[in-house]
């Protein structure tokens, strides 16, 4: 699948297309192009126009807030209505009589256990973001930094997985970990295991991302440590690990949201309500029959929702940077 | 092979094998199972019985396969470019050096993070073709709006208009793009006396290349698999104007216990998707740069 | 902004581990010395909380007794799950599941017969009303036991009906009763339809897809079945089937299509305030006896005309407790002449899918909630008729709903019916449910619509069948 360059002895221009795809692969040799003397000298006009253009970014942004902002607010106004209100067509954004009741109820319901599932889900959570980024880590410097025949075959392989829809898979992969629990003497149904136990074998979509972020690391520095007589494990650990940190920190935030907002997978391998993940008790203020108490369900939502919110808002900017730090820029 | 290739196999090898062991029992076996199954009858219940190409005949014979592939296809013909087009704007705004990015980055995120019946239970009210705020909104400026998810032609059209609302994901990679441009090219370009939209289409676009290109595929495997919301909002209808390829699958294998017929629909899905790929692999050629070379 | 972002994630890092070590460890809830049943049920909310208590019942009186505790497990998304498990051989014991799943899992062997286990209770076909026994027949072989059961019936405003008498006279119709034929009903909505100064649609008598859930169903009010079990083929193409779908279709030529449409857009969701039939924009609906309940939840005040008092009411004779109902419910009528009390009945059962651990007794706790005093118990909360042959006074007379005797006599009509028993039933009804809204759409003519139904529904059972027999010789 991946198409190569003819000339595939220096990794940074062997890179598949689909590698270089993330944008990493852009080095700043342009920017050493630019003589010094060329650096820009403000004008006055330049400055004027400057300034109308951030004017227009300003308005850009707060028009398009607005409209961005709406399903949150429509969740937020719900959450906060009477029953009754909740239904009126065409609905309110602005609820009266405000109800912060609907939070407390929501959290002492007896529907759902909100510490218990905060605890569940914080299990799951951290074992599956550690699994992750470890595994993930050691693959991804498998696919960037070892040259060896086959490679791209694997690569290819890999990505092609990515592709295959979940619901065929579900089933056989259930009647794997039952068959496990049969004949083996580990426990897998009705355990945590089946949720987290694959993320200790690396996932695709992060194997990539952290391949993109390797691949972006000068072969000079691993090359020389090779010749230093250092172990791959050392270069791995010691060298390209420290470098890829806020790659990692991505991985671990993506993650992190996957695992608290994943619904199908704990509806299907959990089997007692003592077991429940926030993300599938919230499921239980749903109804298809109709009768959802529409403002618990989404002041529950909300409850379930902030830290996610408040950890992408502080951690937004490592995001950036992470994913675009090339380890050694300029 | 030389020694040290020897060396550099087993070396990658071991480094590989968490993910090697994981993807043989975890998805390999799955995935050859599917494979296996969309050569049967499987109603689940029961054991799979061979019947060769059986399922794949059916398929090509079958009118609403070809409907919620073609559903899917005009679909994606909206919402891919627009999706594009739309994220890319939002990252270049929110990567403006403007005050408050962080709140702003976090706003445009939010609408990936709200649950799905929240947004569909949203949508269904601003997409009312009486008191929906579009159509009031659209009244106001004297145009008579459509019945929008109740009408036939335009029910496509508002989910993948929908579909713009969840760019999130897609903004965040192309912001990442964006801070591999050096600022140095662009003030380069300035003092050339570039305007914004010369800047734009050459520097900015050809340094992101990569980034376009690879958001595209995301793009392409995203919208070959929608389901969730316009499951929720319309499950497939008006007379399955947005019956969606995924959610044929998904019907086949759980509502309609015919798991053979679903897998074999995954594997045609699949090739699709891995043609569609090839291509954009193909032409990438001529329109993404890379630095490295 | 540097040290409020530490400040936070201290925080949020600090609860974390907080409720990682000092939260709440799950507690062991059954009890060690019982044989633990596991039950998934689809229902959510209400619903739920209600067969809870018959859960909660059980264990404390039969369940104790005979050292069964049953778990109970409910989430609006268990279906998915229950497949899953069943497909992969760990099921739950006993299954809450619909009514169009009895002939599709029979079909495939997925589900433990009980005939043997019924009978040794005592528990025969003269101990269900006809409809509901068939219902969870298949292949001659009971498969199933009812959880709740219902019949669908006309519900029609005695307000709206009220205020239109004068023009409903002139139209040689009685205010005062509910239609009778069908084409009556169709007069009926035609007086009452009612157009604002712009044109737009204020009030309509009744709509066929609103709510449009048994559409499936129509041929039944037009004395025949989309299937005939004889020849094993589908009469989709049969004159009395065109028919039913040319009624669907008359009412968005009568009301134009882009007005009815426009219309319906302003109803709010079945359980809401806004409810077309509760705010007085429908004067006629097809619901089932939950109806009741649902109004109750939503618009009290259409169960209260004369009095708040609902204990007074209770003690009212049935005639005068339906005075403090704005609406009132009577058979659907039919279009065929005198063909009386046609209904549908719709149900919820309780299976044991094959490979279930406890099977005996799982049967135990299904037969506990088919035995009289509990499934009345149920039926009352869940505001639906009763599935047994035997119905008590007490339940007649306490029950929520008014109008209960209506739904008994329709659920004991012979011509009360249920869904077609078909393996590939959830794929019939999805066919049909498309032919409706391709019809209603105006996008087809029934008979063509129909037509293209019946070759692909014919061909899919045909394959069906000879795997089936393939199967079962290999």
């Known amino acids: ?120 889900t914080l299990i799951i959570a951290v074992l599956t973001v550690a699994g992750t980024v470890i595994s993930s880590a050691i693959v991804a410097y498998g696919f960037s930094k070892i040259n060896f025949k086959g490679r791209n075959v694997f690569f290819a392989i890999m990505l092609a997985t990515m592709m295959v829809p979940f619901p065929v898979m579900m089933v056989s992969l259930f009647s794997i970990f039952r068959w496990m629990t049969d004949n083996t003497p580990i426990q897998w149904m009705g355990t945590f295991k089946p949720l987290w136990v694959p993320a200790w074998f690396g996932s695709a979509f992060n194997i990539f991302l952290l391949r993109q972020f390797f691949m972006t690391i000068p072969d000079e520095l691993s090359e020389s440590a090779r010749i230093d007589g250092c172990s791959e494990w050392g270069i791995f650990s010691r060298i390209v690990l420290p470098l890829a940190r806020p790659a990692l920190a991505v991985v671990a935030l993506f993650t992190f949201m996957g695992v608290w907002n994943d619904f199908l997978g704990p509806l299907v391998y959990l089997q007692y309500p003592e077991q429940y993940t926030l993300a599938l008790g919230l499921q239980n203020f749903q109804s298809q029959q109709g009768g959802t108490a529409w403002n618990i369900l989404m002041a529950a939502s909300v409850l379930v929702l902030s830290p996610v919110i408040i950890l992408f808002f502080l951690a937004q900017k490592t995001f950036i940077q992470g994913i675009a730090t090339t380890g050694m820029k300029g | 092979m030389k020694k040290k290739d020897w060396a550099q196999l087993s070396n990658g090898l071991a480094f590989l094998s968490p993910w090697l062991i994981g993807f043989s029992v975890f998805t390999l076996l799955p995935i050859v199972l599917s494979f296996y199954y969309s050569l049967c009858d499987y109603t689940l219940l029961q054991k799979p019985l061979y019947t060769g190409l059986d399922n794949y005949r059916a398929l090509a014979a079958d009118p609403v396969f070809w409907k919620s592939l073609t559903n899917t296809g005009y679909y994606a013909l909206m919402a891919l470019p627009a999706g594009m087009l739309v994220s890319l704007g939002l990252a270049l705004l929110l990567n403006a050096d403007v005050k408050g990015q962080a709140i702003y980055r976090t706003i445009f995120f939010l609408p990936s993070l709200v649950p799905a019946v929240a947004s569909a239970m949203l949508w269904l009210w ?23 998810l109740a009408s036939q032609e335009w029910a496509m059209p508002a989910l993948a208009l929908m579909s713009l609302w969840g760019v999130g994901n897609t903004v965040v990679i192309y912001l990442a793009g964006l801070q591999d441009v050096p600022r140095e090219l662009y003030e380069a370009a300035e003092i050339d006396g570039a305007n914004p939209w010369q800047r734009l289409r050459n520097v900015t676009l050809p340094m992101i290349s990569p980034v376009i290109f690879f958001n595209l595929v995301m793009a392409i495997i995203g919208s070959m698999q929608v389901f969730a919301v316009p499951y929720i909002m319309t499950g497939g209808g008006p007379a399955r104007a947005t019956y969606f390829y995924t959610m044929y699958l998904y019907d086949n294998a759980f509502n309609f216990l015919r798991m053979g017929y679903a897998s074999a629909m995954a594997w045609v899905q699949l090739f699709i998707i891995l043609c569609l790929t090839g291509f954009a692999f193909w032409s990438s050629k001529r329109w993404v740069h890379y630095q490295g070379k | 902004m540097q040290r409020f972002k530490i400040v936070v994630s201290t925080i949020l890092a600090l609860a974390a581990l907080a409720v990682l070590l000092f939260g709440p460890r799950p507690g062991a809830t059954r009890p060690k010395d019982r044989v633990v049943v596991t039950y998934w049920e689809k229902w959510t909310n209400k619903e739920a909380d209600q067969m809870k208590q018959i859960v ?11 050292n069964i505790f049953v778990e109970y497990l409910s989430m609006s998304s268990i279906n998915q799950k229950t497949l899953v498990s069943t497909a992969a051989g760990v099921p739950p014991d006993v299954a809450g599941v619909w009514d169009a799943q009895v002939p599709q899992f029979a079909a495939v062997d997925a589900l ?80 009452i339809d009612k157009k604002d100064k712009q044109g737009s649609l204020e009030m309509t008598g009744y709509l066929p897809m609103e709510p449009g859930w048994w559409l499936s169903q129509t041929a039944y009010w037009f004395g025949t079945d989309i299937f005939d079990p004889k020849t094993q083929k589908f009469t989709l193409t049969d004159p009395k089937v065109v028919r039913a779908y040319e009624w669907i279709r008359s009412y968005s030529v009568k009301l134009g299509k882009e007005s009815m449409s426009e219309f319906r857009g302003s109803f709010g969701t079945f359980d809401s305030p806004n409810n077309p039939f509760m705010v007085g924009k429908l004067a006629m609906v097809q619901q089932g006896p939950w109806m009741s309940n649902y109004i109750e939840n939503n618009r009290p005040k259409l169960n209260r005309v004369v009095t708040n008092d609902k204990k007074m009411e209770l003690a009212w004779p049935a005639e005068k407790r339906r005075t403090n109902y704005e609406w009132a419910a009577a058979p659907f009528p039919s279009a065929v002449p005198g063909m009386k009390d046609v209904a549908h009945c719709p149900f919820d059962v309780l299976v044991i899918p094959r490979g279930a651990r406890h099977p005996k007794e799982a049967f135990e706790f299904i037969a506990y909630v088919n035995s009289q005093g509990p499934m009345e118990k149920l039926c009352m909360l869940h505001c639906k008729n009763s599935p047994l042959a035997k119905v008590s006074r007490n339940f007649l007379q306490n029950h929520p709903n008014p109008y209960i005797e209506v739904f008994e006599r329709l659920a004991s009509s012979p011509n009360a019916r249920t869904i077609t028993s078909l393996g590939i039933w959830p794929e019939v009804n999805d066919e049909l449910n498309n032919v409706a809204q391709r019809v209603y759409l105006l996008e087809a003519r029934p008979a063509d619509a129909l037509r293209d139904a019946q070759n692909r529904l014919q061909e899919k059972y045909d394959r069906y069948q000879a795997l089936q027999i393939a199967r079962s010789k290999s």
């Open chain 2, 126 to 148: 601003l997409f009312n073709a009486k008191l929906g705020l579009i159509n009031v909104l659209l009244g106001k400026i004297g145009i008579s709006g459509p019945q929008w």
């Open chain 3, 112 to 191: 433990e017969p009980l005939d043997e286990l019924a009978a040794a209770k005592g528990i025969t076909k003269g101990y269900y009303k006809p409809v509901y026994w068939e219902g969870c027949s298949y292949n001659g072989r009971l498969w199933a036991m009812v959880s709740t059961p219902a019949a669908v019936a006309l519900h029609y405003n005695k307000r709206i009906f009220k205020e239109n008498a004068a023009k409903l006279k002139a139209a040689g119709l009685d205010p005062d009763r509910a239609p009778q034929t069908l084409d009556e009903l169709d007069r009926y909505a035609a007086v």
């Open chain 1, 1 to 120: 699948m991946p198409t190569y360059h003819p000339d595939d002895t220096d990794i940074r221009v062997e890179q598949s297309e689909l590698a270089a795809a993330v944008g990493l692969g852009a080095t700043t040799e342009t920017v050493r192009g630019v003589p010094d003397d060329q650096r820009p000298r403000h004008t006055a006009s330049s400055s004027r126009r400057k300034r109308g253009e951030k004017l227009m970014v300003y308005l850009g942004l707060a028009f398009l807030s607005i409209g961005f902002l709406l399903p949150f607010v429509w969740m937020l106004s719900t959450s906060l209505k009477t029953l009754d209100k909740t239904m009126e067509f065409p609905p309110q954004f602005i609820p009266s009589p405000v109800v912060p009741g609907n939070y407390w109820e929501a959290l002492t319901s007896p529907k759902m256990d909100f510490p218990l599932f905060t605890r569940n």
């Open chain 3, 56 to 66: 909660n019942d059980f264990n404390n009186t039969v369940g104790k007794e005979k």
